[in-house]
């Protein structure tokens, strides 16, 4: 083999979530787009807010040198300041423009921070479940992931995660709203786990830094409050991006803020500039950058996705399933019926239902529903979901 062996492994781990996605293109071609009812990718697909597409019209207009040009790797320090301000009212810190780097994307973001900070076989622990890229970001810049179980609640477990933390704990990641479940982390929570972090941090004689992944902050539903947690944890460094609340996912545009307030602010940032350069991003989208430093507050309409949600929530709790309600992002999280969540998903399968398991998420008898899907597709498939959990009660 010629490909390298740590990229063979890595795409064998992944290969069985590659075989829920290439079932539902199967299924799809056999019965058409129409009969099968795709859970599976949380690739948003409500309309960018129209705010959004006059900015991208006006900008799209400028012409001139360098206007499509390289840029400071951390992106226009405009765009920067824009971000800054907009993070110190949702903080209360003090951002400048100096604090924030443009990124590729959340998933960018996480790359350049994980190789600003990681020596080898630095440990990073990650709450389960997470989005499992993590395990990917983690190994591409030779940390070392380690898994720290969340409740039953599906929130942090403090003592679960003062048992991973070691002398080689570099960070932890928080990701709030949650995906895969939905759950939104309560001050009291946040609090919590700035007491942890300050402690141990205080016990191994180095600064153990919370990388806050916030893509979803702004999906939230009901009366329910975003924490932004670098109110709590001053060496947090925030990774966010337009994916989710513009719908900019294939746009490749985020930001890192890091709080100026961190242990050694300044070469953490000017290892991030260096970083975006050489992981080859070099800066991130130039036209996009101009666009949404003009569109900080837009959204596109939370009030669709809770209205999926509250269908979805509402019809399976009816038919018998168990489900810890979401409070953001758009995914659910139910109970498989069955402990075998990979059999259940096959079975949801047969109804032509695409889900994906909780073991893909490192949290086994769940799976996950994303539901960036049109209510007609929520309607239909009810009767499968039905269909499955009847199907299963006896055995
Ligand atoms: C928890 C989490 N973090 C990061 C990302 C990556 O986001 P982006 O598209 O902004 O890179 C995703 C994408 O689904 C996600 O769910």
Same mark, same amino acid.
């Given at each position: 083999?010629?490909?390298?062996?740590?990229?063979?492994?890595?795409?064998?781990?992944?290969?069985?979530?590659?075989?829920?996605?290439?079932?539902?293109?199967?299924?799809?071609?056999?019965?058409?787009?129409?009969?099968?009812?795709?859970?599976?990718?949380?690739?948003?697909?409500?309309?960018?807010?129209?705010?959004?597409?006059?900015?991208?019209?006006?900008?799209?207009?400028?012409?001139?040198?360098f206007?499509?040009?390289?840029?400071?790797?951390?992106?226009?320090?405009s765009?920067?300041?824009?971000?800054?301000?907009?993070?110190?009212?949702?903080?209360?810190?003090?951002?400048?423009?100096?604090?924030?780097?443009?990124?590729?994307?959340?998933?960018?973001?996480?790359?350049?921070?994980?190789?600003?900070?990681?020596?080898?076989?630095?440990?990073?622990?990650?709450?389960?479940?997470?989005?499992?890229?993590?395990?990917f970001?983690?190994?591409?810049?030779?940390?070392?992931?380690?898994?720290?179980?969340?409740?039953?609640?599906?929130?942090?477990d403090?003592?679960?995660?003062?048992?991973?933390? %070691?002398?080689?704990?570099?960070?932890?990641?928080?990701?709030?709203?949650?995906?895969?479940?939905?759950?939104?982390?309560?001050?009291?929570?946040?609090?919590?786990?700035?007491?942890?972090?300050?402690?141990?941090?205080?016990?191994?004689?180095?600064?153990?830094?919370?990388?806050?992944?916030?893509?979803?902050?702004?999906?939230?539903?009901?009366?329910?409050?975003?924490?932004?947690?670098?109110?709590?944890?001053?060496?947090?460094?925030?990774?966010?991006?337009?994916?989710?609340?513009?719908?900019?996912?294939?746009?490749?545009?985020?930001?890192?803020?890091?709080?100026?307030?961190?242990?050694?602010?300044?070469?953490?940032?000017?290892?991030?500039?260096?970083?975006?350069?050489?992981?080859?991003f070099?800066?991130?989208?130039?036209?996009?950058?101009?666009?949404?430093?003009r569109?900080?507050?837009?959204?596109?309409?939370?009030?669709?996705?809770?209205?999926?949600?509250?269908?979805?929530?509402?019809?399976?709790?009816?038919i018998?399933?168990?489900?810890?309600?979401?409070?953001?992002?758009?995914?659910?999280?139910?109970?498989?019926?069955?402990e075998?969540?990979?059999?259940?998903?096959?079975?949801?399968?047969?109804?032509?239902?695409?889900? %994906?398991?909780?073991?893909?998420?490192?949290?086994?008898?769940?799976?996950?529903?994303?539901?960036?899907?049109?209510?007609?597709?929520?309607?239909?498939?009810?009767?499968?979901?039905?269909?499955?959990?009847?199907?299963?009660?006896?055995?």
């Amino acid at each position: 083999m010629s490909i390298s062996k740590n990229i063979e492994n890595s795409i064998k781990k992944s290969s069985w979530i590659r075989k829920m996605f290439e079932t539902g293109v199967r299924l799809k071609k056999e019965f058409g787009e129409d009969k099968i009812n795709d859970f599976s990718l949380g690739n948003p697909d409500l309309i960018s807010p129209q705010e959004f597409n006059s900015v991208l019209n006006e900008e799209a207009q400028t012409s001139g040198s360098f206007v499509h040009g390289y840029m400071p790797n951390g992106g226009y320090l405009s765009t920067r300041q824009a971000v800054a301000e907009y993070l110190n009212q949702e903080t209360g810190q003090n951002y400048s423009a100096q604090n924030i780097i443009m990124s590729v994307g959340a998933a960018g973001g996480l790359n350049v921070i994980l190789k600003s900070l990681l020596n080898p076989d630095d440990e990073v622990i990650v709450i389960a479940p997470y989005f499992v890229e993590y395990d990917f970001y983690i190994t591409n810049h030779g940390g070392k992931k380690i898994i720290a179980d969340s409740t039953c609640d599906l929130l942090p477990d403090l003592k679960e995660i003062e048992a991973k933390i %070691t002398t080689k704990t570099k960070a932890l990641i928080i990701n709030t709203p949650n995906n895969p479940t939905g759950k939104i982390y309560s001050k009291e929570i946040l609090q919590e786990l700035s007491d942890l972090l300050t402690r141990k941090s205080k016990d191994i004689g180095s600064t153990i830094y919370l990388l806050s992944d916030e893509p979803y902050k702004k999906i939230i539903y009901d009366n329910n409050q975003y924490h932004s947690p670098v109110k709590f944890y001053k060496n947090t460094i925030i990774i966010s991006s337009f994916s989710k609340d513009l719908s900019l996912a294939g746009e490749r545009i985020g930001y890192i803020g890091i709080n100026p307030q961190i242990k050694d602010a300044e070469s953490i940032i000017n290892a991030a500039t260096f970083c975006t350069r050489i992981l080859g991003f070099v800066n991130a989208p130039a036209l996009m950058q101009r666009v949404v430093a003009r569109v900080l507050s837009a959204n596109v309409d939370i009030s669709k996705y809770q209205q999926r949600r509250d269908l979805l929530y509402n019809s399976l709790i009816d038919i018998g399933y168990k489900i810890n309600k979401p409070e953001g992002a758009f995914y659910l999280f139910p109970e498989s019926p069955i402990e075998d969540d990979v059999a259940f998903v096959r079975i949801l399968q047969e109804k032509f239902i695409l889900t %994906t398991p909780g073991s893909g998420f490192h949290r086994k008898g769940h799976f996950r529903i994303s539901y960036c899907v049109e209510n007609k597709v929520i309607e239909r498939s009810i009767d499968g979901f039905r269909k499955a959990f009847q199907e299963v009660q006896n055995k």
